[in-house]
């Protein structure tokens, strides 16, 4: 194959290997989501920190992995909470930190570290190397973290007036169908958000190499079009809009189509930001990890810009 559908081979061959693996995890939620965004957000990182040296900087590179780990772990709190608290409450102790609280202690000595670690290193600036450390926990761990937090919004910190509307025989969080059929939901609207960023992808990339004629951002992108972020936009409204109607109740339609504006308009944001980060560094890719996409920080720029965003969309109007 060749022209301008000469990678679409590797694309689909990674598509085939990789989707499966993503919504399996997605869905069990979990430890194994959790190891699965930890690797995604470390093996991007270390992609950040690689355009960061091309820049002339030297991040700290265990500090940041540490720090992206115990970031994206205080989104797990509920499930630590449950694992230590008898501990706790046995002993007659302290109680545990509430998830605000530890998410804020993580940051703080993560910050405080970064610092430390900097007055002994005496490896150039520490505008440079600090600067680009925090920036790359920032942007891709706390990013990426948040997606964590919404996978287990759905456990025990699901709204029991929400959920008791669509199972009204159960009687409190302690029927298991209850509790099992909220976090169903849980891998669903992942699999959904994961669905919607690739319908969006995939929508404008045949749209923009089919109608594009008016260039969206050429200083960042020269190949992308307008007419491409239209069908991307539309191709992730659609496919949200798809999965609430069918296998997310909890959601009302508008509620749907907000997420899949937010990843439509966003994500697409995201890709834009992520390839001025590359045009900065002057690369044409992070990385050439995965066939056909480039680096792992290329296949997953939209879905780390707008995971924060969704998040607060889900937890604090959603959910509310």
């Known amino acids: 194959m060749s022209g301008k559908f000469s990678n679409l081979a590797p694309r689909i061959v990674v598509a085939l290997v990789g989707i499966p693996v993503i919504l399996f995890a997605g869905y069990s939620g979990g430890l194994l989501f959790l190891f699965l965004i930890l690797a995604i957000g470390i093996l991007a990182l270390l992609e950040f920190f690689t355009l960061a040296k091309a820049k002339g900087a030297d991040p700290q590179t265990l500090t940041a992995i540490a720090g992206l780990s115990a970031l994206q772990i205080s989104f797990f709190h509920e499930r630590i909470q449950n694992f230590i608290l008898p501990f706790f409450i046995d002993s007659g102790g302290i109680s545990m930190l509430q998830k605000l609280q530890l998410f804020i202690t993580v940051l703080f000595l993560f910050l405080v570290l970064v610092l430390i670690v900097e007055l002994f290193r005496n490896k150039g600036s520490i505008f440079l190397n600090a600067g680009f450390t925090i920036f790359g926990v920032m942007y891709v761990g706390i990013f990426l973290a948040s997606l964590v937090g919404i996978r287990e919004l759905f456990g025990a910190e699901f709204p029991y007036?929400?959920?008791?509307?669509?199972?009204?025989?159960?009687?409190?969080?302690?029927?298991?169908?209850?509790?099992?059929?909220?976090?169903?939901?849980?891998?669903?609207?992942?699999?959904?958000?994961?669905?919607?960023?690739?319908?969006?992808?995939?929508?404008?990339?045949?749209?923009?190499?089919?109608?594009?004629?008016?260039?969206?951002?050429?200083?960042?992108?020269?190949?992308?079009?307008?007419?491409?972020?239209?069908?991307?936009?539309?191709?992730?409204?659609?496919?949200?809009?798809?999965?609430q109607n069918y296998l997310l109740p909890y959601l009302l339609l508008h509620q749907a189509i907000v997420i899949g504006s937010i990843i439509g308009i966003f994500g697409q944001i995201g890709d834009l930001i992520e390839s001025l980060l590359k045009r900065d560094a002057n690369v044409k890719d992070s990385s050439g990890l995965i066939p056909g996409h480039g680096g792992v920080l290329d296949r997953f720029d939209s879905l780390i810009f707008v995971s924060p965003i969704l998040y607060l969309y889900i937890d604090f109007v959603v959910l509310s």
């Not at 009204?168 to 969080?173: L, W």
């Not at 992942?190 to 919607?196: G, M």
């Not at 089919?210 to 992730?236: D, Y």
């Open 161 to 243: 007036y929400l959920a008791i509307q669509h199972l009204p025989s159960a009687t409190s969080f302690a029927d298991d169908t209850l509790a099992a059929t909220t976090y169903a939901w849980g891998g669903f609207t992942v699999i959904a958000i994961f669905a919607s960023i690739w319908m969006c992808d995939t929508a404008a990339y045949f749209g923009g190499l089919s109608m594009g004629k008016h260039k969206l951002f050429p200083r960042v992108s020269p190949n992308k079009s307008w007419e491409g972020a239209v069908c991307g936009f539309l191709g992730a409204v659609a496919t949200m809009v798809l999965f």
